[in-house]
Nanobody, 118 residues
Framework: QVQLVESGGGLVQPGGSLRLSCAASGSIPSIYVMGWYRQAPGKQRERVATITIGAISGRTNFPDSMKDRFTISRDNAKNTVYLQMSSLKPGDTAVYYC?????????WGQGTQVTVSS
């Protein structure tokens, strides 16, 4: 089993920044995928970005709507992935979910609300 603990969501004004963190614990393999998805009200969950940990490469590209504004990074020693979001827009308002995948299962965090509003 894997447990995911997210932090960093909240209310921010348009143009502001937030950093989300997700720490994984439990049965962590040497290679796994972590990342972020988001789901806005009335919309399907969409992938923000994922990153492969324990391998040299494996970072997914951001959708055009987030490119140049969002970055994903990792701390292998802490089994933690970060999502740095800048120049936030009202359209970025959503519940952001941490995602973890090993060779057997997918795991999801409980979600953290990001609201972009003036």
């Amino acid at each position: 089993q894997v447990q995911l603990v997210e932090s960093g969501g909240g209310l921010v004004q348009p143009g502001g920044s937030l950093r989300l963190s997700c720490a994984a614990s439990g049965s962590i393999p040497s290679i796994y995928v972590m990342g972020w998805y988001r789901q806005a009200p009335g919309k399907q969950r969409e992938r923000v970005a994922t990153i492969t940990i324990g391998a040299i490469s494996g970072r997914t590209n951001f959708p055009d709507s987030m490119k140049d504004r969002f970055t994903i990074s990792r701390d292998n020693a802490k089994n933690t992935v970060y999502l740095q979001m800048s120049s936030l827009k009202p359209g970025d308002t959503a519940v952001y979910y941490c995602y973890f995948r090993n060779s057997r299962n997918d795991y999801w965090g409980q979600g953290t609300q990001v609201t972009v509003s003036s």
